[in-house]
């Protein structure tokens, strides 16, 4: 038997999370993203997880990189502000691949900002908010539905390639209330880490099996000791000033991502073959433009979407293929120009680009979409 439910996208959120095998929540409130905590403190008592209200946002970043360490699929949530503050022990954690999921709720900003209006302010922070090069994986949904099943693809896509994954989400699919199905425990793939067959392994702490480019992953504290640490280190985690070691170490951290973007890269389109006009959105946004592209085709508007679902890495192959088929491409976002610039590098001068954007705390209407698409 079916099970529908009615849900709100932050709740769905933390219901996905369980499923995925999260067991530990540490985070601080804030809106729009505090459901999340809220749900998480009555929930992961109930399947036999923890939560944790930690004193701020570093602490509480620090504390779910800490319980993955130690063997447990872990998750904080945060919003604008918070996910600033998030940004070094989300380095820390690139750097000594200790996978857990960052949720963002974004809101508007600067600063605080309007605490609880729309918003995709956070789209390059979370690819470059983070100093020196390391690998980003981030995904957007765009229903509630998505919450649910996206965030246990985030869980999955974490603990496979011992990387924290930014759950990209927006005011708008986090307040969003919906029916959606809840799937059967067997009809998810849930994805473990890799760990070495005797808890007491011998093998470095960083080393990887021929012609892999992820290590295995020991619970700290289960068998025989090893390192962790934020600086560049060796196979055996600890820390050394090796050139060679460094160009290695950060090269791997970003072949393990750019060599699996086939498992990686996921997005939806409708593109139909005579199609003109791209619409590019993401997120919360692209409830506005299925609208808009619905009564454009129904008027007899040749014109068609593009939606990211993986944010980053960005899917440039697709978004290359699409732009010298079309006249126009026409990016939708709740920010001043963000994925544009992604999407400008790509297409180079394969079609003409054009940009709607909001920063004022309100949506993006269907209207407004429409007549983006219609100008000149």
Not at 15 to 28: K, L
Not at 343 to 358: M, Q, S, Y
Request: hydrophobic content about 35%; overall charge negative.
């Amino acid at each position: 038997m079916k099970k529908i439910r009615l849900m709100q996208g932050n709740e769905a959120c933390v219901e996905g999370a369980i499923a995925a095998g999260c067991r530990f929540y540490a985070g601080y409130p804030i809106t729009p993203s505090t459901e999340i905590a809220e749900g998480c403190a009555v929930r992961m008592p109930q399947v036999g997880g923890h939560f944790i209200q930690m004193e701020d946002e570093i602490a509480g970043c620090a504390a779910a990189v800490g319980a993955s360490a130690a063997g447990v699929k872990s998750m904080t949530a945060t919003s604008g502000p918070g996910f600033s503050l998030k940004q070094e022990n989300l380095g820390y954690a690139c750097i000594t691949e200790i996978p857990f999921v960052l949720v963002d709720v974004q809101r508007a900003g600067p600063s605080t900002g309007l605490p609880t209006s729309p918003s995709q302010g956070d789209v390059m922070q979370a690819k470059w908010g983070t100093h020196g090069d390391h690998p980003v994986i981030a995904i957007a949904p765009s229903s509630v539905e998505e919450c649910y099943r996206k965030c246990v693809r985030c869980f999955n896509l974490a603990e496979k390639y011992r990387t924290p994954v930014i759950f990209l989400m927006d005011e708008i699919v986090g307040h969003l209330r919906e029916s959606i199905e809840i799937p059967e425990e067997s009809e998810l793939e849930i994805i473990n880490r890799s760990c070495p067959e005797d808890p007491t392994h011998t093998a470095p702490a960083y080393s990887c099996k021929k012609g892999e480019l992820v290590p295995c992953m020991a619970p700290f504290g289960s068998g025989e000791r090893y390192n962790i640490t934020g600086l560049i280190h060796g196979e055996d985690g600890f820390p050394t000033n090796s050139t060679k070691t460094a160009d290695a170490q950060v090269k791997r951290l970003i072949a393990k991502i750019e060599e699996n973007l086939d498992d990686i890269l996921e997005w939806e389109e409708d593109m139909p073959e005579d199609a003109e006009t791209c619409i590019v959105c993401y997120g919360g946004t692209a409830r506005s433009v299925y609208s808009a592209v619905e009564e454009m085709r129904n008027a007899g508007e040749k014109v068609g979407f593009f939606r990211p679902i993986t944010v980053w890495p960005f899917p440039v192959e697709k978004m290359t293929e699409i732009s010298k088929k079309v006249k126009k491409v026409v990016v939708v976002e709740h920010n001043n120009g963000q994925l544009v610039l992604e999407v400008e590098r790509v297409i180079k001068n394969n079609c003409a680009l054009d940009f709607l954007g909001k920063v004022n705390g309100t949506v993006i209407t269907p209207d407004e979409v429409i007549a983006k698409v219609k100008e000149g």
